[in-house]
């Protein structure tokens, strides 16, 4: 059976994993499979040190992407979530407080959650605004000596809103708590430097804002924490000792890793490097611009999330009171080949801040390839299914 889409996408669903990928980054992972994808870390061959190389360059551009002094604090994952779970479950201990907001992805709460009913962890949930916004001083009421963990993310995956991470980690630094922040919408799109935001560990994905394929991301872990690995096993080092090693980044790596996809990642972070994270970020907010402006000229269409000329990044949701958001998305789909996502996205409480808990939302979501153009067909849709239900 040949299922491959010929007819011609506009993709608009770059917050759920982005494409297509660049041609370097196609470029990398061929060369990859076809020359040297040994296993790294496990044998002296020139093929496995060959791979090594390849995850210690990903290695490094990520450490200068992101501000990081040491690579060897930047553990390989394949994907937020996991990252994210290994933050959360890592640093945690029985009776602990934490403190999220309400706009976390499922990928956050869950894990939350789980510790919460398994070791009675104390979860408290910050509320947010319509335009995804959270109060700081009800973030700072609610840490105290108790609290060992904040995390949030940077930006929201419903409403595109960005929280600002510095006055958050000012907050948890004066409670001595630790700063996890989920960068799955910010990576690649907004300028991080953990050293200077001051964030303990950040969580992100290789395959949405960095270009890379899926099954890649990563935790970045600062030195001072010494968190517990959740995955136990072979790391082709200090392979006599039965406990797993305590030098990074092998600890938080055990298994054979992604070598292949790895690769794609480090090509997808030098492509953004050479055009600018910040060059990039402002491209999608000018789309989100054009995109409000003109959507909110559609009858019965509700906007999400911040208002026009407020920072954002590359996401704009939606509703229509006349038709269901899964119905409208699958007719942008069929009908007119516009590529979104519609539904609670995995962030029921963002849901609940937005008051669309009962409908779900339309997201579109824009990257750096992108178009004005992209943008037009998606208005023309939408305002041409509005007026035809
Ligand atoms: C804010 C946020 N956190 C976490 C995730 C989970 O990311 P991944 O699919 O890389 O595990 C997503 C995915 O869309 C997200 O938007």
């Not at 960068?183 to 992100?204: E, H, R, T, W």
């Not at 962030?347 to 009962?358: K, Y």
């Amino acid at each position: 059976m040949n299922d491959t889409i010929h007819q011609p996408v506009i993709y608009l669903d770059h917050a759920a994993t982005s494409f297509p990928k660049p041609e370097s980054v196609l470029q990398a992972m061929q060369h990859s499979m076809r020359e040297e994808a040994a296993n790294p870390g496990r044998g002296g061959h020139k093929m496995a040190i060959a791979a090594g190389r390849v995850l210690m360059r990903t290695r490094l551009e990520l450490s200068s992407l992101f501000g990081v002094s040491n690579p060897s604090d930047i553990a390989f994952m394949p994907n937020t979530t996991a990252a994210l779970n290994q933050g959360i479950q890592g640093c945690l201990q029985p009776g602990d407080h934490v403190v999220t907001t309400m706009m976390e992805h499922n990928s956050v709460r869950r894990p939350l959650e789980y510790m919460r009913k398994k070791y009675q962890v104390d979860v408290d949930y910050v509320t947010v605004d319509e335009a995804g916004q959270i109060d700081l001083s009800e973030l700072r009421k609610l840490c105290s000596r108790k609290t060992r963990l904040i995390v949030c993310n940077h930006s929201s995956n419903l409403l595109g809103s960005i929280l600002p991470i510095q006055e958050i980690a000012e907050i948890a630094q004066s409670v001595g708590a630790w700063l996890l922040v989920d960068a799955a919408q910010s990576a690649g799109s907004i300028p991080v430097d953990v050293k200077a935001l001051g964030i303990d560990m950040l969580a992100f994905p290789g395959h949405k804002g960095l270009l890379g394929p899926q099954g890649t991301g990563g935790l970045y872990i600062s030195p001072s924490l010494d968190l517990e690995p959740l995955i136990y096993g072979g790391t082709g080092s200090q392979s006599e000792e039965v406990d797993q090693p305590s030098v990074r980044p092998d600890r938080y790596e055990a298994g054979t890793p992604n070598t292949v996809g790895i690769a794609g990642l480090g090509a997808g972070v030098r492509y953004i490097k050479d055009i600018g994270v910040s060059v990039i970020g402002h491209h999608e907010w000018l789309l989100t611009q054009y995109a409000i402006e003109q959507l909110s000229a559609v009858r019965g269409l509700r906007l999400l999330g911040p208002q026009l000329g407020e920072p954002r990044t590359g996401i704009v949701s939606f509703i229509l009171e006349s038709i269901d958001p899964s119905a409208l998305a699958f007719r942008l789909d069929r009908e007119y080949g516009i590529a979104v996502r519609a539904g609670y996205h995995c962030t029921p409480l963002a849901h609940q801040s937005a008051n669309t808990t009962l409908s779900g939302a339309v997201r579109s979501s824009f990257g750096y390839d992108t178009t004005k153009k992209d943008v037009e067909a998606l208005v023309d849709a939408v305002r041409h299914i509005a007026s035809s239900v």
